[in-house]
T-cell receptor, first 110, second 115 residues
Framework: QKEVEQNSGPLSVPEGAIASLNCTYS??????FFWYRQYSGKSPELIMS????GDKEDGRFTAQLNKASQYVSLLIRDSQPSDSATYLC??????????FGQGTRLTINP | DAGVIQSPRHEVTEMGQEVTLRCKPI?????LFWYRQTMMRGLELLIYFNNNVPIDDSGMPEDRFSAKMPNASFSTLKIQPSEPRDSAVYFC?????????????FGPGTRLLVL
């Protein structure tokens, strides 16, 4: 079992709809969780971090964490073509070390 | 701030040659990370440093890979000898410790092709 698992996609969503990205992790002791966005040919950039169970909202983005189910998700409301990218889920495994999932490729169709 | 700086941005070399990748972290950051990204394996952590000291090199694939951080503003990742399977994008990232859960800031990456 991989430490961090994501559906690789591609996930295709019409413009204006909600995009839902999911991630599961294996280490129950993990405390910090991150979503990075990576445009094609570019480097990853942080868009959301979450540390407590529940929802965290930032503009059109909402991160959801359920530690009991070892599940993290990212919702993107009112999806825009500029949201088309690969989304990487990352879990902190102690002392600043991040383990990344394979990433989900998201395409927003105009 | 200029962000994390990496050089070269692209490198094409022949099998057996030595390759050196360079990184300048964001000024004041105390953690530096080297990652490798491929289609097959995704983004993998190779090694990371805290205050110039290597903390965890368990991700370094084999003895052909080595990394150094001689001072707070410079790090190198060396591959000697290089092999075609080393072809990947190598990212350097840095962060500032404030208690846990800090953002890692990535450089633009070095695209390495070993022929």
């Amino acid at each position: 079992q991989k430490e961090v698992e994501q559906n690789s996609g591609p996930l295709s969503v019409p413009e204006g709809a909600i995009a839902s990205l999911n991630c599961t992790y294996s280490d129950r002791g993990s405390q910090s969780f991150f979503w990075y966005r990576q445009y094609s040919g570019k480097s990853p950039e942080l868009i959301m971090s979450i540390y407590s169970n529940g929802d965290k909202e930032d503009g059109r983005f909402t991160a959801q964490l359920n530690k009991a189910s070892q599940y993290v998700s990212l919702l993107i409301r009112d999806s825009q073509p500029s949201d088309s990218a690969t989304y990487l889920c990352a879990v902190e495994k102690g002392a600043q070390k991040l383990v990344f999932g394979q990433g989900t490729r998201l395409t927003i169709n105009p | 701030d200029a962000g994390v700086i990496q050089s070269p941005r692209h490198e094409v070399t022949e099998m057996g040659q030595e390759v050196t990748l360079r990184c300048k972290p964001i000024s004041g950051h105390d953690y530096l990370f080297w990652y490798r990204q491929t289609m097959m394996r995704g983004l993998e952590l190779l090694i990371y440093f805290n205050n110039n000291v290597p903390i965890d090199d368990s991700g370094m694939p084999e003895d052909r890979f080595s990394a150094k951080m001689p001072n707070a503003s410079f790090s190198t990742l060396k591959i000697q000898p290089s092999e075609p399977r080393d072809s990947a994008v190598y990212f350097c990232a840095s962060s500032l410790f404030r208690g846990g859960g800090e953002t890692q800031y990535f450089g633009p990456g070095t695209r390495l092709l070993v022929l």
